[in-house]
């Protein structure tokens, strides 16, 4: 959880100086802090990708579950999720998204929900949120704050103060999902858990270039099943005595 908490808090002193002095950050600033975090997330992909003791599980690993992420379609479905809600809360009675100056209570609404999405549907949430609750490792969720609490500011310093609210939501889900991964890993070995981070260290590459450097557009979403292939595929060469 303290990956979680962290990030939460990165969310609301992010979203303080948003409203104080977001004005006076230049949008250049911004996106270089976020292009250097990047490379940085990148080079941490490659860190905990060495893990694996050997490199095929992986690959295998994220071969199986990216055909999987693909026939279920789970990058369309967040993407798709992200703007259901969105319309879903805040449509005006004409049936288009509310704005600032529709009433006080509509912008921060605005705000709030915007937020959450960003911090909370993507894969480095879920990932980081395992990589803590499985090992107490929270270097993902460390990452990931910075980042939030960059986006916080932006956010704040244009939508108001239901952005720092978001944090709530930041810190129930992924809380969940650290607690959740905490009781179902207890019984995962050191093999298991060396396999899942360099699987998670391939995503968050994906992750690097594609959301944070912009280079090329990657469906990471669709990885996330590799997650849970590879446990499956160490246990089962566990099972049979395979040694890998």
Same mark, same amino acid.
Do not use: D, H, W
């Given at each position: 959880m303290t990956g979680t908490i962290l990030n939460a808090a990165a969310v609301i002193?992010?979203?303080l100086i948003g409203l104080f002095f977001?004005?006076?950050?230049?949008?250049?600033?911004?996106?270089?802090?976020?292009h250097g975090l990047g490379l940085f997330t990148m080079a941490y992909g490659v %860190?905990?990708?060495?893990?694996?003791?050997?490199?095929?599980?992986?690959l295998i690993s994220l071969i199986i579950g990216t055909i999987f992420g693909e026939w279920w379609l789970l990058e369309d479905r967040l993407e798709?999720?992200?703007?259901?809600i969105k319309k879903r809360i805040y449509k005006t009675q004409s049936g288009e998204l509310a704005t600032k100056g529709d009433s006080r209570n509509q912008y921060f609404v605005d705000g709030?929900?915007?937020?959450?999405?960003?911090?909370? #549907?993507?894969?480095m949430a879920i990932l980081g949120s395992l990589q803590d609750g499985l090992t107490g490792d929270y270097q993902m969720l460390a990452i990931k704050s910075l980042l939030d609490g960059i986006a916080a500011i932006? %956010?704040?310093?244009t939508l108001g103060v239901g952005v720092l609210f978001s944090a709530v939501?930041?810190?129930?889900?992924?809380g969940a999902i650290s607690l959740a991964a905490k009781f179902i890993g207890q019984g995962f070995g050191e093999a298991t858990v060396n396999e899942m981070t360099a699987v998670g260290g391939l995503?968050?590459?994906? #992750?690097?270039i594609s959301n944070l450097l912009g280079l090329k557009k990657i469906r990471t979403g669709s990885f996330l099943p590799a997650l849970f292939v590879v446990v499956l595929l160490v246990i089962l060469l566990e099972k049979f005595g395979i040694a890998y």
């Open positions: 002193l992010g979203g977001g004005q006076r950050i230049s949008s250049k600033l911004r996106e270089t802090l976020v %860190f905990i990708f060495m893990k694996t003791q050997n490199i095929l599980i992986p798709t999720l992200g703007e259901s709030f929900v915007t937020a959450s999405l960003l911090f909370c #549907i993507g894969p932006a %956010f704040a310093s939501i930041v810190f129930l889900y992924q995503i968050l590459l994906g #992750i690097g």
